[in-house]
């Protein structure tokens, strides 16, 4: 019975010291779980400048869906891993505004120190905390499963784009850009 027991132990701990191993090395390269309430400690560092780069030319229709999913069970939209890389914060030309901030700037806090909570709405116009804004029409799917009454929400400056905010969806982990409407 001893015999029998102590097997049992050392599968057990084998099992185990396997896992956690596994879990090391996936969040050590970004994968793991992704939303589940982490916060991002920042938002996405700013894209180094292309050099001698003409502009983009503004698509004259919706380009090919992206697939973000860069890991087994990681969302097929933009998303934050757990070491804080931002995953899909690439250029796109439709996100060029000729009027930045055109409702204000939101001044209600950014970061972790201030998750927000849906409160009503949807893609084109929600709110929380009486401030309200809409999803860049072109990422409306990327928050197709978001729960607009209560979803916990960080909102983000980006670096890169004038006059867009990343609203980031702590249960999921996925982010879409947003603008302020007042």
């Known amino acids: 019975m001893h015999k029998l027991t102590g097997s049992l132990i050392a599968l057990a701990l084998m099992i185990s010291v396997s896992a956690y191993a596994q879990r090391g090395h996936e969040e050590e390269h970004g994968g793991g779980r992704v939303g589940g309430g982490y916060v991002p400690p920042r938002g996405p560092a700013p894209r180094a400048p292309q050099a001698h780069a003409a502009p983009a030319p503004v698509p004259q229709r919706a380009p090919a869906p992206h697939n973000f999913r860069d890991a087994s069970g990681h969302p097929e939209v933009p998303h934050v891993h ?59 799917a990327n928050c197709a499963g978001w729960i607009w009454t209560s979803d916990p929400i960080v909102i983000y400056e980006d670096p890169d784009d004038p006059g867009w905010y990343l609203a980031y969806n702590a249960r999921l982990g996925t982010y879409v850009h947003v603008e302020y409407l007042g």
């Open 82 to 140: 757990p070491n804080g890389e931002w995953v899909g914060h690439t250029a796109d030309a439709r996100l060029h505004m000729d009027h930045p901030w055109a409702h204000g700037h939101f001044v209600g806090g950014f970061g972790p120190g201030h998750v927000f909570h849906l409160a009503g709405g949807g893609p084109s116009r929600f709110w929380f905390n009486g401030f309200y804004f809409s999803v860049a029409p072109f990422e409306f």
